[in-house]
């Protein structure tokens, strides 16, 4: 469950598409059932919008800078939620990774064919990710508009690669998708060093032997489509497995892969020739530092600096996919991608003679961590590891309004590798806790006596809350009012006024001025019925699921106030106020608490909202579930006003 959006970019992204598979018109040998809808079991039916057919993936690794991939699928499509079978993009670019021949058919419910594309047909452009403002990488896009379902599509292709870190992953299943049969094969020169790794998945490799090279063969038959759960995590459900070889070379630099250690040297020989200021810079950081007492004091103010005068630009161009451009092209362009800047942080801190590393990263909220035991390159992001005694600090060096030593739910509660002097170091990067992701709020409402009101709302925020309100600041105006009455589950209000506060100490502050012509649920004679309470401070419910498999993910542990005052209109009291209540489960808590001041004619209610926990096991979910319907119920008892007598 998400509570909080992040804006924090992934600058090696593209990198991954680069060695994903991709899928390669009717291949006599195969039997021609599978172009015919009528003969898919009913058993694949069942919860899918599409079913492959077949599926053949082969991987063949000619030496250690040399990779080809052959693809070959037949996926028939039963629905519209399964339509993006029908559409077929390739990433590649024009220096390591070329396209061979392509091939796409369309085929009726009969299997009959209605259409057949070649790599001619496909629209060739640039690969924007809409983070890089240039990169080397492109597109092959071709898409089938479909007339009805089901329909079968045919893919094949077939890729060279002369420059791999490793060999990507086998992800035979997705979402909503049964599997007919499917099949990987890869094939490695003896000398490489294959390895591979099984995700959800107990299938066993048959090895033998094919022309000097050792064989490896997957094969999967008749799996049902799987349905994922609310808010799991795919890498927890989905099967896959990894693949990746012993030695390597990447741009032409050997490289070796067999722990994290060498993969280590590798990239910090890659990035021994970046990290150096020019002489009277170092002077100058020098002087601006002088009179800090403490390497922290230094390191925090050389992070701020860097905040206030670098901005982030992905530049993607030959190797830049791992190899930070040099501190002191950062220093003087004023901008970098995550790597360089980074890198620019470090030789910041070098320049006072502090201690830190390079630290390569799976970025992305509740991304699966890399495996202490298989080495791979499955990483995207880069931030930097300061080794304070006693207090090791982390820094993200692509935001502008992070707090010194504060990552978030893009990095946190994984293992990042650290890049030393002497290699790779796997470390795990901090978990956040309930005081780290704090919304709290103090509401002041004044109701009127013909059932509107008008409230002055404060909000302060930290961690991911603390993101989503400054992230309202690059929205337009009517957008910030849209975006906070759908965040705060709140009344639509006749006057809306915004006005941002203090962001001090990674506490950020919101002022809402709020009028509402109608604010009382219900008026009836001389009682009004109100919700009290100018939003909710927890909206979500969720569904009934008595066998839940997966564990639930919410993006970090949480923790919620409201202290509400409401001054009721002249001439009225209150009849009823709602009851207090206190909800608990297992990794949580809810209290609400009322009460009347008859000499102030006001109602006070405080409201609090624990989550000391982002993972739910699924065995607890049942628990979740009630708990959560229980605070949705206490959030809509009625505060109960009336006329005097």
């Not at 399964?82 to 077929?88: C, V």
């Not at 599509?153 to 007919?180: C, F, K």
């Not at 741009?251 to 280590?264: E, V």
């Not at 010194?404 to 650290?418: M, S």
């Amino acid at each position: 469950m998400k509570i909080l959006y992040i804006n924090t970019v992934t600058a090696a992204a593209v990198l991954s598409c680069l060695f994903s598979f991709s899928v390669l018109a009717q291949d006599k040998s195969l039997p021609k059932d599978y172009y015919k809808a009528s003969a898919i079991p009913d058993s694949l039916k069942e919860g899918a919008d599409a079913v492959v057919r077949y599926a053949y993936d082969e991987i063949t690794v000619k030496n250690q800078s040399k990779v080809v991939k052959k693809h070959h699928s037949i996926v028939t499509i039963l629905n519209e939620k399964g339509e993006d079978e029908a559409r077929l993009l390739i990433y590649y670019d024009k220096k390591f990774n070329s396209v061979g021949s392509v091939e796409m058919v369309a085929y009726n419910a009969d299997g009959v064919p209605l259409k057949k594309y070649h790599k001619s047909d496909m629209y060739d452009r640039a690969a924007v990710d809409g983070i890089s403002i240039v990169t080397d990488d492109r597109m092959l896009m071709l898409s089938h508009s479909l007339a009805s379902y089901p329909s079968t599509i045919e893919i094949s292709y077939e890729t060279t690669s002369n420059s791999y870190l490793d060999l990507s992953s086998w992800y035979y299943q997705e979402p909503e998708r049964a599997i007919q049969y499917a099949e990987c094969v890869v094939k490695a020169d003896p000398a490489s060093g294959l390895r591979f790794k099984s995700h959800n998945t107990n299938i066993a490799p048959v090895k033998t032997t094919d022309d000097g090279y050792d064989k490896y063969s997957w094969v999967v038959r008749s799996v049902k489509a799987i349905k994922p759960e609310q808010d799991a995590v795919n890498w927890q459900v989905f099967p896959s497995i990894d693949f990746a070889t012993n030695s390597f070379t990447f741009a032409g630099l050997p490289g070796n892969f067999t722990t994290w250690a060498d993969f280590g040297k590798w990239q910090q020989a890659l990035n021994s020739d970046v990290c150096t200021l020019p002489p009277q810079r170092v002077e100058q950081i020098r002087a601006m530092t002088a009179n800090l007492p403490t390497d922290r004091e230094k390191a925090k103010f050389l992070y701020k600096y860097m905040q206030d005068n670098m901005r982030y630009v992905s530049i993607q161009l030959g190797i830049g996919g791992l190899k930070p451009f040099p501190a002191s092209f950062v220093d003087e362009k004023k901008y970098g991608d995550c790597k360089a800047l980074s890198n620019y942080m470090l030789a910041l801190l070098k320049a006072v003679n502090i201690p830190a590393y390079y630290a390569v990263i799976r970025a992305g909220e509740n991304e699966r961590p890399a495996d202490l035991g298989f080495p791979s390159s499955n990483f995207n992001h880069v931030i930097v590891c300061i080794p304070f005694k006693g207090d090791t600090t982390w820094l993200e060096c692509t935001s502008n309004t992070k707090p010194f030593g504060k990552l978030g739910a893009f990095t946190e509660n994984r293992n990042a590798l650290l890049i030393t002097e002497t290699g790779g170091q796997l470390v795990n990067t901090p978990k956040s806790t309930m005081a780290d992701n704090q919304f709290n709020s103090e509401a002041h409402i004044t109701f009127d006596e013909n059932g509107g009101a008008k409230a002055k709302v404060k909000i302060t925020a930290t961690g991911g809350y603390r993101d989503d309100l400054i992230g309202l600041a690059s929205l337009k105006s009517a957008e910030q009012k849209e975006t906070l009455i759908r965040m705060l589950n709140m009344k639509q209000p006749n006057l809306f006024e915004v006005s941002p506060a203090d962001d001090k100490d990674g506490t950020k502050e919101v002022t809402l001025d709020l009028e509402f012509d109608k604010f009382c649920d219900i008026a009836s004679g001389n009682k009004m019925f109100y919700r009290p309470r100018v939003f909710d401070l927890w909206k979500a419910t969720l569904p009934i699921a008595e066998k839940r498999k997966s564990d639930f993910y919410f993006s970090t542990p949480i923790q919620k106030s409201c202290v509400t005052t409401i001054d009721l209109p002249q001439g009225y009291e209150v009849e009823t106020l709602p009851v207090n209540q206190t909800l608990k489960f297992t990794y949580g808590s809810y209290e609400v608490r009322y009460a009347y001041n008859a000499a102030k004619n006001q109602v006070l209610s405080t409201t609090t909202l624990q989550l000391n926990n982002h993972v739910i096991p699924a065995a607890k979910y049942t628990e979740m579930q009630q708990y959560m319907d229980n605070i949705a119920k206490a959030q809509n008892k009625k505060l109960v006003i009336r006329k005097k007598a």
